[in-house]
């Protein structure tokens, strides 16, 4: 069993960043993604990092403006959002699960998932 919890939400302007953060209890050797949710829409995949940290996917609409980095000696897991657009308002997820990297990961590939962070972008 993997706990999963989020930090770093918030308000922030358009074209303005903020840091999500994960803390996991365990990382085991899972591979971790972010995914968000906004309201009236689908989960949708954001980004995702493989436990060597070595490989990274990226959704076309984050690509060039989010970066995930991981830390598997604090068992967090970190998003950067730079150039916030108002698309980019939801819930972000952390979660982990199976991927070896290379291709746009399946959902389903995700055993745990955290409770949910809002970001909300104000133009």
């Known amino acids: 069993q993997v706990q999963l919890v989020e930090s770093g939400g918030g308000l922030v302007q358009v074209g303005g960043s903020l840091r999500l953060s994960c803390a996991a209890s365990?990382?085991?050797?899972?591979?971790m993604g972010w995914f968000r949710q906004a309201p009236g829409k689908e989960r949708e995949f954001v980004a995702v990092?493989?436990?060597?940290?070595?490989?990274?996917y990226y959704a076309d609409s984050v690509k060039g403006r989010f970066t995930i980095s991981r830390d598997n000696a604090k068992n967090t897991v970190y998003l950067q959002m730079n150039s916030l657009k108002p698309e980019d308002a939801a819930v972000y997820y952390c979660?982990?699960?199976?991927?070896?990297?290379?291709?746009?990961?399946?959902?389903?590939?995700?055993?745990?998932w955290g409770q949910g962070t809002q970001v909300t972008v104000s133009s």
């Open positions: 979660a982990a699960g199976y991927y070896s990297g290379g291709y746009y990961p399946n959902q389903s590939s995700f055993v745990y």
């Open positions: 365990t990382f085991s050797s899972y591979a």
């Open positions: 990092i493989a436990w060597s940290g070595g490989s990274t």
